[in-house]
């Protein structure tokens, strides 16, 4: 990726025997590099690929996009980085309509956003 590093992006369980996959899967990588490039300015992850195990630890649910690398959550706050980044997550489409991040799930701390694609869009506030 353009933009983000391995350290950044993948399973941060430490065991040795991790199977989460060790990138993002390929749209997720495309995508979040476009729009770490509309938004001007450092993305932080705070969780990206997810083995199982790390999953469960993490709270996440049970067949989450993590797992496969196909969502990540970026770290803001309330105020104008979460404003910009959801208002951009929530635009961000190819030119054929194609929703870059199908899913987006605001939180006080971060927005999860996912690549795998939904019939309808959805935007989930917690
Ligand atoms: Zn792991
Ligand atoms: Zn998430």
Request: proline share 6%; net charge neutral.
């Amino acid at each position: 990726m353009r933009w983000f590093r391995p350290d950044e992006y993948r399973c941060r369980c430490g065991r040795s025997t991790c199977e989460a996959p060790m990138e993002l899967a390929g749209v997720m990588q495309s995508r979040l590099d476009a729009l770490r490039e509309v938004y001007g300015q450092p993305i932080v992850l705070t969780s990206g690929l997810r083995c199982s195990t790390w999953n469960t630890h993490v709270g996440g649910v049970k067949n989450s996009a993590h797992l496969s690398g196909e969502a990540v959550d970026i770290a803001c706050g309330e105020g104008m980085t979460r404003r910009v980044l959801v208002q951009l997550a929530m635009a961000a489409a190819d030119k054929d309509g194609t929703w870059w991040f199908p899913l987006v799930e605001v939180s006080k701390s971060h927005i999860h956003i996912e690549t795998v694609p939904r019939p309808n869009p959805l935007l989930v506030l917690e």
